[in-house]
């Protein structure tokens, strides 16, 4: 009986391996992005610039943010960051489901939040030294971040927009992204964890190897949560075959309106109703 | 043994119901992975493109003509795996098996295409 089970459980935790292999296998020769996939991360060490900083540019990376969860995959125990939210902001979350995301309706999907689609970083320069840092998102929506690199503080005064104003440093090995001035339209994940416009965020990017980056990511907003709370995403480098891609999300989503019975559309900020 | 084995298929089943929820968006609040079709038809329209590609095709049952508006994965994990905006063609004879879409539309979200000489084309609706 237990040798049974035994083996009921690896056929069980192997299935989605099998599903997802029979589906590509038939595929032409061009599917070398996705095999190459299978293989996991690339394996080395981490590569670095002439100057001797970390090298982000050298491929694109799946992963480092929450898409389902960001209490569990972002490491935190079951009812963790739960806990730690605000009466109001745990009233909002129970009216969401997750056919309301903004990101459904082609909307910007804010910070940490990631797709299966990979992102690059870019970064820009003068002769003397790094300007601006971008991170180039594929999908879903095709959208980039801006990171001033040049030493410039946040403004005064900010208008909110959905990927705030971005402030980046190394600290030794580690890019560090300080962000606010955030809208409070973005869902953190498809359970609908809301946030405010006091969102601050900081973002440690820390390249652990050639193929794997931790993103240490602190979540401080001050009108949802009652501390800063820190999680811990990984991203994984792709094959070097894979390349951004062109994906433009409002060219045929038909998300919802005809499969939905009762589809209300996004629901966007602290009101329910809005 | 034999309650055994029953608990062990349906465990394998509600394995391979999760595996859409790794979509981009959640599929399963607008197709039905219970409510499983299997039509035969004719491909009218392709789509290539995002958030997903879909097809289109014509199947005729009891005399009537429906057009079925079929969900694949994304243009962009299709790519991946290698296939191509030519790799169903319009006129083409293509077996779809799929999740319904809870509204009662002529839609599913795609668990398999497959051309008239058996090859499989496409992963899933997911991706």
């Known amino acids: 009986m237990r040798r049974l089970l035994v083996v009921c459980a690896m056929t069980a935790a192997m299935l989605p391996l099998l599903v997802q292999s029979a589906s590509t296998q038939a595929g032409p020769e061009a599917g070398k992005v996705q095999a190459a996939r299978r293989a996991g991360p690339p394996k080395g060490a981490v590569p670095r610039l002439p100057d001797g900083t970390v090298n982000l540019m050298d491929g694109v990376w799946v992963g480092g943010g929450p898409v389902q969860d960001m209490e569990s995959q972002g490491g935190l125990k079951k009812g963790e960051m739960d806990a730690l939210m605000l009466p109001w902001a745990k009233a909002l979350m129970a009216t969401r489901d997750e056919t309301q995301e903004p990101h459904n309706a082609c909307l910007p999907m804010g910070v940490p939040r990631v797709t299966p689609f990979p992102y690059r970083f870019v970064q820009n320069y003068t002769h003397r030294k790094p300007t601006h840092l971008f991170i180039l998102h594929e999908g879903n929506i095709h959208s980039y ?130 | 043994m034999r309650t055994k084995l029953a608990v062990f298929l349906a465990g394998l089943a509600l394995v391979a119901l999760a595996v859409p929820a790794m979509a981009h968006h959640a599929v399963g609040a607008e197709y039905d992975a219970s409510k499983v079709v299997k039509l035969t038809g004719t491909v009218s329209k392709v789509e290539w493109t995002n958030p997903h590609a879909r097809i289109y095709f014509d199947v005729t049952q009891d005399g009537k003509t429906t057009t079925w508006n079929v969900e694949l994965a994304a243009r962009s994990a299709l790519v991946r795996q290698g296939w191509t905006a030519n790799s169903v063609k319009i006129g083409e004879t293509v077996t779809v098996e799929g999740s319904l879409a809870r509204s009662g539309v002529a839609g599913v979200n795609a668990r398999s295409v497959i051309l008239a000489d058996g090859k499989r084309v496409f992963g899933g609706g997911q991706d």
């Open chain 1, 145 to 274: 971040r801006q990171i001033f690199m040049d030493g410039r503080k946040h403004p005064a005064e900010l208008d909110s927009s959905w990927y705030g104003h971005s402030i980046g440093s190394w600290e030794k090995d580690t890019l560090v992204i300080d962000t606010v001035g955030y809208n409070d339209k973005f869902w953190f994940d498809r359970r609908g964890h809301p946030h405010t416009e006091q969102l601050h965020t900081i973002e440690r990017w820390t390249r652990l190897n050639l193929g794997q980056m931790e993103n240490k990511f602190t979540l401080d907003d001050p009108g949802a949560y009652t501390r800063p709370i820190v999680f811990t995403f990984m991203a994984t480098l792709m094959p070097p075959e894979d390349e951004l891609l062109e994906y433009i999300c409002q060219e045929n989503n038909q998300y919802g309106a005809a499969t939905i019975p009762g589809y209300k559309g996004p629901q966007m900020g602290k009101d329910p109703l809005k």
